[in-house]
Structure formats: structure tokens, C-alpha cells
Nanobody, 117 residues
Framework: QVQLVESGGGLVQPGGSLRLSCAAS????????MGWYRQGPGKQRELVAG???????NYADSVKGRFTISRDNAKNTVYLQMNSLKPEDTAVYYC???????????WGQGTQVTVSS
């Protein structure tokens, strides 16, 4: 059974930092591209950051220079370090695991991040 369990969300003031974690089980973690997506109020889900099995990363323009994605294959965990948070970063953040051939994708349950003073 595949499980992606996010943690680390919460309420933070503008300019603050949070680190999200996503612990994976039931998959061969090292082979998966891992990603963080978010869905804000009234918005579509969007990709925030991704990291391939080889460690290549990509980011949404809105978070470049502020967010950092990383992975620890020994712990089957992916992280999202979020700095200089803005109110527009408020969203439910979802962890995603993706394998291309054959295509398989899995989602976590989401963790709420609220940036507000």
C-alpha cells in the first residue's frame, strides 16, 4: 500500500519560514520523481517544485529563490524549505510521487500552509 504522509504545515507570519516533509512508503522511492503541488482558495492545483531521481530540480517562477526542494533517499523523504513566505503562498500543499514507465502517480493527503499576520 502506497502512502505519502505530509507534515510541517501551519500558520506563519509573512516573511517567515516553514519546512514541509513528505514520508513515502510502499514505493521504490529512489526511482520516483517527487514533487510539491499546492492549491490555494479558488485556484487550480499547481506545481511548486519537483526533484527527479537524479536530483535535478525545477521550480515555479513564483517561488524561485525562496523555496528549496530536497530529498533524502535513505529516509524515503522529500522536503520543501519555504523562506520569505508571502500571503499568496497560502494553500494546501500536496506531495506527489511520479514514475513514468509505466506511468504511476500518487498523492498525499495535503497539509495546510497559512501565511498571515
Amino acid at each position: 500500500q502506497v502512502q505519502l504522509v505530509e507534515s510541517g504545515g501551519g500558520l506563519v507570519q509573512p516573511g517567515g519560514s516553514l519546512r514541509l516533509s513528505c514520508a513515502a512508503s510502499g514505493i521504490f522511492f529512489v526511482s520516483y520523481t517527487m514533487g510539491w503541488y499546492r492549491q490555494g482558495p479558488g485556484k487550480q492545483r499547481e506545481l511548486v517544485a519537483g526533484i527527479t531521481s537524479r536530483g535535478s530540480t525545477n521550480y515555479a517562477d513564483s517561488v524561485k529563490g525562496r523555496f528549496t526542494i530536497s530529498r533524502d533517499n535513505a529516509k524515503n523523504t522529500v522536503y520543501l524549505q519555504m523562506n520569505s513566505l508571502k500571503p499568496e503562498d497560502t494553500a494546501v500543499y500536496y506531495c506527489n510521487a511520479d514514475y513514468p514507465y509505466p506511468q504511476r502517480t500518487y498523492w498525499g493527503q495535503g497539509t495546510q500552509v497559512t501565511v498571515s499576520s
